[in-house]
Nanobody
């Protein structure tokens, strides 16, 4: 059964950086488009970045120019490099495999990112 384990979150000051990881198992990782989502406190989960199986990327306007999604298929791992973090980036971050706009796998536990001085 496919599953994801997210890690790398933490507390960081505004302007700081974090690198999130998503370890995939139970699936042929390289054939899937992957995405990062986040759920801010009291809000709905939102899509912030996608990467196809041919490494084409797409970003939400709120993170464009600050976040970079990448993948290493040999490691079955998805990454999210987050720079110039802002308090509004505070959220639980999740990864998932996607087909169009639909997620494919059950959600993992996510990783908490808190941006605060």
């Amino acid at each position: 059964q496919a599953r994801f384990v997210e890690s790398g979150g933490g507390l960081v000051q505004p302007g700081g950086s974090l690198r999130l990881s998503c370890a995939a198992s139970g699936m042929i990782f390289r054939i899937y488009s992957m995405a990062w989502y986040r759920q801010p406190p009291g809000k709905e989960r939102e899509l912030i970045a996608q990467i196809t199986n041919s490494d084409t990327t797409n970003y939400a306007d709120s993170v464009k120019g600050r976040f970079t999604i990448s993948r290493v298929n040999a490691e079955n791992t998805l990454y999210l490099q987050m720079n110039n973090l802002k308090p509004e980036d505070t959220a639980i971050y999740y990864c998932n495999a996607v087909a169009g706009t639909q997620t494919i796998v059950s959600w993992g536990q996510g990783t908490q990112v808190t941006v605060s001085s």
